[in-house]
């Protein structure tokens, strides 16, 4: 079974997202978790998405950024996909702006399985056509799909 269909829903995929900034794009994803998974807080995964993009830019390049942490209350890893209206900056080390976020929260104690899930979420994202196929998602459930379906 595919990474992302373990750990991604269609009620946590956004296409076209709204994102003037970090700090907004960030609030819009821990209110987006929060809904689909009650015993989440919002203060927390807000607190810790910030704070852990504080230690450096979770963004790859190519216009992909994969913010992520642990969260204490998380019982399970899970995940968030956006593609944005408009791509914004994100201290990216080519300097591109991102248009592409995969958004990893895990439990606390889970800091093996967390490496593990982001490397090979890294890995995913670091393949152009797979990248070209979310971008050209016009809808949430389409961008699902191809997030779901992988790469070929």
Known sequence: MHLLSQILTPERTVCHAAG???KRLFETIAKLVCVNEPSLHY???LDHLITREKLGS???GHGIAIPHCRVGNCTQPLGALLSLDT???FDAPD???VDILFVLLAPKEASQ???DILANIARLFSQRHFC???R???DNSTLYEVAVSGAD
């Open 43 to 45: 203060d927390d995964i």
């Open 87 to 89: 791509p914004i900056f």
């Open 95 to 97: 300097d591109q702006p």
């Open 20 to 22: 003037p900034s970090k």
């Open 113 to 115: 399985q967390h490496l």
């Open 136 to 138: 050209a998602a016009r």
């Open 58 to 60: 979770t963004a790859l």
């Open 132 to 134: 070209e196929r979310l």
